[in-house]
């Protein structure tokens, strides 16, 4: 009886009628087909300009693709680079990167081809930092920018909505992650209709952007590494023991960002704080191997292809150089997201405990290393899960990871985020 009474003083919001969900159908598809076009354009010319630096011109130069000299000259020559552009450019490449985060911010027209412009000498000189928050960053100020005025009508929140799905959409190669992003967005904010009234056109826009993804360039996050049969105790155990190891190294991390971006900050200027990174990168390079540059996910697909080829030293250096390198890239400057070097880290940490203890199945290991440490890097628990889950192809280990979460989120909620305030602080 008091169950029925407390069900029925919650509110509950009015469904959308559909004639007021139709007109948003063209809008999201024009948006989800855009955006993900301006990631693989972006993502095509940066591997192509990657082709040329670390393959054609040493070859050309007689010099090792990835040897220290190359290394040190490619990533401090990729901060001269961005450097001017932050400098030079109009916009300057948009704001301080450290003070933003995964969410959808408006940046004015005149800062998006610096932006663009900055992130594909990023990603193709070896910072460690993937193309998502600059990329969600350009689609969403576009979208803004065409869209108001061409359907004054609509509201004006709804393209950054539509741009924010539309690109994590075309990013991951499915609009799940998106849904999952959005609803986490949504909680606890009052909803004008039920919550999948408000999921309509961003899931449209996602699912236009992720199938656009597909049909041009066939994207996949699945590693390939062995599937998971019959849960076993052992494998409860390692993913409960991983997930918080990962989310503490990644803590570690978080906690040092804020003195390594005011150590960056105090050189005062782009052509001395993004050269001076790009050289700290190029010995960090150098220390852990070349797989340790890059966004990291074609590098983690290397990895787990052989799981056995390194030995758990060699795992725990690379996992270890790759966060001081993604704590260095995001510091001084470099656009660029989280994500992606985040999942090399938890790939490289949950390999290294197998390689310790082989009855560690690789796959459990890489899934709760990359849950927890994307726990703690990006605050993000659904598109945590969700990265984890669709690196192991397994519908068991998502038991696994949702048990896994529960100890490493309270070790990470609450406490400091990988995200700056204008004066410097950390984000809570």
């Known amino acids: 009886m008091a169950q029925d009474t407390a069900r029925q003083a919650l509110p509950t919001p009015p469904s959308t009628p559909a004639r007021a969900l139709l007109p948003l159908i063209v809008p999201s598809l024009v948006v989800g087909v855009g955006c993900s076009l301006l990631f693989l354009i972006v993502s095509s010319l940066a591997e192509r300009l990657q082709h040329v630096l670390w393959n054609n011109l040493p070859d050309a130069l007689g010099v090792g693709r990835y040897s220290v000299l190359w290394m040190l000259v490619m990533l401090t020559a990729t901060g001269v680079a961005v450097g001017l552009v932050v400098w030079k ?26 932006l663009l412009l900055a992130t594909v000498l990023m990603l193709a000189g070896g910072p460690s930092l993937g193309p998502e928050n600059p990329i969600i960053a350009v689609n969403v100020g576009l979208a803004l920018w065409l869209g108001r005025p061409a359907m004054p009508r609509l509201p004006g929140s709804l393209w950054p909505a539509l741009a924010d799905a539309a690109t994590l959409g075309a990013l991951f190669g499915t609009p799940v992650a998106a849904a999952l992003v959005i609803s986490e967005a949504l909680a606890g904010k009052p909803l004008k209709g039920a919550l999948w009234d408000n999921l309509f056109g961003p899931l449209t826009a996602a699912g236009a952007g992720a199938m656009t993804t597909a049909l041009l360039a066939r994207p996949t996050l699945d590693l390939g590494l062995p599937a998971i049969g019959r849960l076993r105790w052992p494998d409860l155990l390692s993913a409960l023991v991983l997930a918080p190891v990962a989310a503490l190294l990644g803590m570690v991390a978080v906690c040092a960002f804020p003195y390594v971006h005011a150590v ?23 220390l852990g191997g070349h797989l340790t540059l890059f966004k990291g996910l074609d590098e983690v697909a290397e990895l787990a292809k052989d799981p056995e080829g390194w030995s758990a030293g060699q795992f725990a250096v690379m996992a270890v150089v790759k966060l001081a390198a993604l704590v260095v890239a995001a510091a001084c400057g470099f656009r660029g997201g989280r994500i992606f070097p985040s999942v090399f880290i938890g790939a490289a940490l949950g390999l290294c405990a197998h390689a310790l203890v082989p009855a560690v199945q690789p796959s459990v290991g890489v899934a709760a290393g990359v849950l927890g440490m994307l726990l703690a890097i990006t605050r993000q628990g659904w598109v945590s899960l969700f990265t984890a889950a669709v690196l192991v192809a397994s519908p068991s280990i998502i038991t696994l990871l949702c048990i896994a979460s529960l100890p490493a989120w309270l070790l990470v909620t609450g406490r400091p985020k990988m995200q700056l305030r204008a004066d410097g602080t950390a984000l809570r």
């Not at 490449?93 to 027209?109: I, K």
């Not at 001395?272 to 960090?284: K, Y």
């Open 89 to 114: 450019v109009p916009g300057h490449a948009g704001p301080d990167p450290a003070s933003l985060g995964l969410e959808a911010v408006a940046l004015p027209p005149a800062a998006l081809p610096g």
């Open 264 to 286: 960056f900050r105090r050189l005062g200027h782009p052509m001395v704080a993004l050269p001076a990174g790009g050289l700290v990168l190029g010995l960090l390079g150098a």
